[in-house]
């Protein structure tokens, strides 16, 4: 199971950070993932942590947003900077059981999915 948390409404230029709490199962081996999906859209990747540890981001956000965790995977966080009005959307933390050595950016890949949190950036 997992949970995100965190979103809110920020000026842009502003930061935040979102967590997803995981639970019910061991994720270690698991890629976590964040994706986003703003009004009208499809949901797209945002940046995921493979099983083994490596990072990988959308284009969109390298250099702003980077993402972490413990080896357990327990929680993983999304910190978020310098945030731009079109980082809005709803925001989902999802778990790929094969992604132990690389990240997919597809979301029909993940397998678990938890609810999404709003993230509104105002210009």
């Known amino acids: 199971q997992l949970q995100a948390f965190g979103g809110g409404s920020v000026q842009a230029g502003g930061s935040l950070r979102l967590s997803c709490a995981t639970s019910?199962?061991?994720?270690?081996?698991?890629?976590l993932g964040w994706f986003r999906q703003a009004p009208g859209k499809g949901r797209e990747f945002v940046a995921a942590?493979?099983?083994?540890?490596?990072?990988f981001y959308d284009d969109s956000v390298k250099g702003r947003f980077t993402i972490s965790g413990d080896n357990a995977k327990t929680t993983v966080y999304l910190q978020m900077s310098s945030l731009k009005p079109e980082d809005t959307g709803v925001y989902y933390c999802?778990?790929?059981?094969?992604?132990?050595?690389?990240?997919?950016?597809?979301?029909?890949?993940?397998?678990?999915w938890g609810q999404g949190t709003l993230v509104t950036v105002s210009s």
């Open positions: 999802a778990a790929d059981r094969e992604g132990y050595t690389r990240a997919s950016v597809d979301p029909h890949q993940y397998d678990h």
């Open positions: 019910g199962r061991t994720f270690t081996t698991y890629a």
């Open positions: 942590i493979s099983g083994s540890g490596s990072a």
